[in-house]
T-cell receptor, first 116, second 115 residues
Framework: AQTVTQSQPEMSVQEAETVTLSCTYD???????LFWYKQPPSRQMILVIR??????QNATENRFSVNFQKAAKSFSLKISDSQLGDAAMYFC?????????????FGQGTTLQVKP | KAGVTQTPRYLIKTRGQQVTLSCSPI?????VSWYQQTPGQGLQFLFE???????NKGNFPGRFSGRQFSNSRSEMNVSTLELGDSALYLC??????????????FGSGTRLTVV
């Protein structure tokens, strides 16, 4: 069974500092996508970054980057220069490829607090 | 362009009643997925519709059902509500859910409270 584990229920970071959120997953598939979503109090899930498993290069989106270790099945999110607006719940998610299904499997989430 | 619209935003129902939630995807998107979010179970996949057909289904009882219309708008229905059905229900839309567009756009959800 595919599972996604986020071992840190809560994290805090000082504004302008860097924080890393952890995620591990379990799958026997070789092709898949990994995602980090952010859910602020508005409740809408917002895509932060995505990574294709076949790409060795780690994805980067401005202040957000990932450390993708396929053999270790690890997919951590690094937020640099943290801002107050980064405070939210962050979810790691996984999707099998190739697939004609839109099913995402989510971790339990990590609540990130940003201190001014 | 307009995002994913879910209505209503909040809903309070009595145990035993039924409820219908609505999701209007981004224009042009044909895939709509539904998720249930609770503090205990986290985010769990309910089902996905593509071109009016259910393409995948999660492990939920038959009380949970859905459908998709020709304009891609989707509804989910929960019959005989139980207290444990209290949750945030999120829908997500994408062009077709395949490699070309593997990102999903979520709505803000419907907060259902069963009393």
């Amino acid at each position: 069974a595919q599972t996604v584990t986020q071992s840190q229920p809560e994290m805090s970071v000082q504004e302008a500092e860097t924080v890393t959120l952890s995620c591990t997953y379990d799958t026997s598939e070789s092709d898949y996508y990994l995602f980090w979503y952010k859910q602020p109090p508005s409740r809408q899930m917002i895509l932060v970054i995505r990574q294709e498993a076949y790409k060795q290069q780690n994805a980067t989106e401005n202040r957000f980057s990932v450390n993708f270790q396929k053999a270790a099945k690890s997919f951590s999110l690094k937020i640099s220069d943290s801002q107050l607006g980064d405070a939210a719940m962050y979810f790691c998610a996984y999707r099998i490829l190739p697939s004609n299904t839109g099913k995402l499997i989510f971790g339990q989430g990590t609540t990130l607090q940003v201190k001014p | 362009k307009a995002g994913v619209t879910q209505t209503p935003r909040y809903l309070i129902k009595t145990r035993g009643q039924q409820v219908t939630l609505s999701c209007s995807p981004i224009s042009g998107h044909r895939s709509v997925s539904w998720y249930q979010q609770t503090p205990g179970q986290g985010l769990q996949f309910l089902f996905e519709y593509f071109s009016e057909t259910q393409r995948n289904k999660g492990n939920f009882p038959g009380r949970f059902s859905g459908r998709q219309f020709s304009n891609s708008r989707s509804e989910m229905n929960v019959s005989t509500l139980e207290l444990g059905d209290s949750a945030l229900y999120l829908c997500a839309s994408s062009l077709d859910g395949t490699e070309l567009n593997y990102g999903y756009t979520f709505g803000s959800g419907t907060r259902l409270t069963v009393v």
